[in-house]
């Protein structure tokens, strides 16, 4: 069904109830601003849903690093000082994932759409759009799985001639099928930090056994696309097939690596590890991280038995591939996430040109903030470049229009340190170049500094929300 319904005068329309819009909702919300909220689901499902519930997680459940250390993790950390619903819902959702935030999905998604529907001033509707509406201001927040009319109408209107790559999904293992006398607990470096057991299981593999794998991935066969579609494999999420024909020794070096890894059985460090990270609080569930495949279902079963410790392995859910939608940033958008072709239009999460579950929230809650701003007439703000929120606006305004391809945040899209700040007084009393750890520290530093004075612009009413790192910092 086409739509060209107009909402009421103080009405924004998101459409997309995934990570991005339900956060662009919220935001808008939060701010007094009235929302209408479409989401297709239950009436029509993608391929790679199945549930009702809103902001559901389709590939992994992790969001990632959840230290100042990584770029993913400022960004979180910016997210929460800024009340993102998303990042309330992860901590008080997460399961044991080491230094990373994972969250049981069930919960996740469920938690979020009673948020949302609690939410005073959102209308959630059952509205599939298979054409851009007209309502204006209107934010799209669609995601990788955007609706094939929806995707065409806006290819159009762009004058794109794509607006696609390909990302894959790990298979989901049911605990009780994985060998616990083979498999061993873990994170990375546990004996170097005294953490205990560590919040991973691992599969240890010698060298004979993993030459074996990497053979059967190479002779596999997979899903293959469709004859008129490119394979445009997003670089940090490269099917595991794709990984091994780059090099025999790829995996090993990549999600395969042993280091910071002893087999408790032999007491050394294996040649090649699978590490498995849990899907939900109660341990039922796990997913083999790094192992996203287009394998057919049959290759999958055959193939990843294969490892020590899954001979009798149980698939909860299978690898896949979907297709993911994004539009060619530095081209068509503003740096408010509006379309220049489209004045009133706003892109929010993948769509926009960004990877990952964070930086897709995150454009959300900008996309939220910087609409209803417009709404009640106030100044227009932008967060810093010096933020992570800011270096990914700032990624997607400068990024190289002819080979752009979507983004995670990470500190190389950060503006350099200052001269003070990048180097270090030692011993000898000569200044010397700060290491890849003290530089990651004062660039966080330097981003909560910098986003102390734009959250306080911007807060909604009541916002009163705890960080973790702020106080260290000073920018609390």
């Known amino acids: 069904m086409n739509?060209?319904?107009?909402?009421?005068?103080?009405?924004?329309?998101?459409?997309?109830?995934?990570?991005?819009?339900?956060?662009?909702?919220?935001?808008?919300?939060?701010?007094?601003?009235?929302?209408?909220?479409?989401?297709?689901?239950?009436?029509?499902?993608?391929?790679?849903?199945?549930?009702?519930?809103?902001?559901?997680?389709?590939?992994?459940?992790?969001?990632?690093?959840?230290?100042?250390?990584?770029?993913?993790?400022?960004?979180?950390?910016?997210?929460?000082?800024?009340?993102?619903?998303?990042l309330r819902v992860a901590d008080a959702t997460a399961v044991p994932a080491g230094k990373a935030l994972a969250v049981d999905r069930i919960e996740f998604s469920r938690a979020v759409t009673e948020a949302i529907r609690s939410q005073p001033g959102i209308t959630l509707r059952t509205q599939r759009a298979t054409r851009i509406p007209d309502a204006r201001p209107l934010i799209l927040a669609t995601g990788p799985l955007t609706d094939s009319e929806l995707a065409q109408d806006l290819a159009e209107r762009l004058g794109e001639a794509y607006l696609y790559f390909y990302d894959a999904i790990s298979p989901t293992l049911y605990a009780d099928s994985i060998d616990p006398e083979i498999a061993f607990r873990a994170s990375r470096y546990d004996a170097d930090t005294g953490e205990g057991e560590g919040d991973y299981l691992n599969l240890p593999l010698s060298r004979e056994q993993y030459v074996a794998f990497v053979e059967a991935?190479?002779?596999?066969?997979?899903?293959?696309?469709?004859?008129?579609?490119?394979?445009?494999?997003?670089?940090?999420?490269?099917?595991?097939?794709?990984?091994?024909?780059?090099?025999?020794?790829?995996?090993?070096?990549?999600?395969?690596?042993?280091?910071?890894?002893?087999?408790p059985r032999t007491g050394r460090r294996p040649h090649a590890v699978v590490q498995l990270r849990r899907e939900d609080k109660s341990g039922t569930l796990w997913n083999l991280v790094?192992?996203?495949?287009?394998?057919?279902?049959?290759?999958?079963?055959?193939?990843?038995?294969?490892?020590?410790?899954?001979?009798?392995?149980?698939?909860?859910?299978f690898g896949s591939i979907h297709r993911n939608t994004y539009v060619n940033a530095p081209v068509q958008l503003d740096d408010e996430l509006q379309l220049h072709r489209l004045p009133g239009v706003f892109l929010a999460g993948q769509m926009a040109g960004v990877e990952g579950y964070v930086e897709s929230a995150a454009l959300g809650l900008l996309a939220g903030i910087g609409v209803a701003r417009r709404v009640l007439g106030l100044p227009r703000e932008t967060p810093p470049a010096e933020t992570a929120h800011g270096a990914l606006l700032r990624h997607l305004q400068n990024a190289d229009a002819k080979h752009f391809q979507p983004m995670n945040v990470n500190y190389g899209l950060f503006p350099p340190l200052e001269p003070e700040r990048a180097t270090a007084l030692a011993k000898s009393g000569r200044r010397v170049k700060l290491g890849k750890r003290e530089k990651n520290d004062q660039l966080a530093a330097r981003a909560l500094a910098a986003l102390a004075p734009y959250?306080?612009?911007?807060?909604?009413?009541?916002?009163?929300?705890?960080?973790?790192?702020?106080?260290?910092?000073?920018?609390?």
């Open 290 to 317: 790094g192992c996203q495949t287009k394998l057919r279902v049959g290759e999958q079963k055959r193939i990843f038995r294969m490892l020590p410790g899954l001979e009798q392995a149980v698939f909860a859910r």
């Open 3 to 86: 739509v060209t319904s107009t909402p009421g005068d103080e009405s924004v329309v998101v459409v997309g109830a995934g990570l991005a819009g339900c956060e662009a909702a919220w935001q808008l919300a939060r701010r007094g601003v009235a929302v209408e909220l479409w989401e297709m689901k239950p009436e029509r499902m993608s391929p790679a849903h199945g549930s009702p519930d809103l902001a559901e997680l389709v590939c992994s459940n992790s969001f990632r690093a959840n230290t100042l250390g990584n770029a993913v993790g400022l960004l979180k950390e910016e997210m929460r000082l800024l009340d993102s619903l998303v």
């Open 455 to 476: 959250r306080a612009r911007v807060a909604a009413a009541g916002t009163d929300r705890p960080a973790r790192f702020a106080s260290e910092t000073g920018a609390a």
């Open 217 to 263: 991935l190479l002779e596999a066969e997979t899903v293959p696309l469709h004859a008129f579609e490119k394979a445009l494999y997003f670089e940090g999420c490269l099917p595991i097939e794709e990984m091994a024909r780059r090099g025999r020794e790829t995996l090993a070096f990549g999600p395969m690596k042993p280091v910071g890894l002893v087999d």
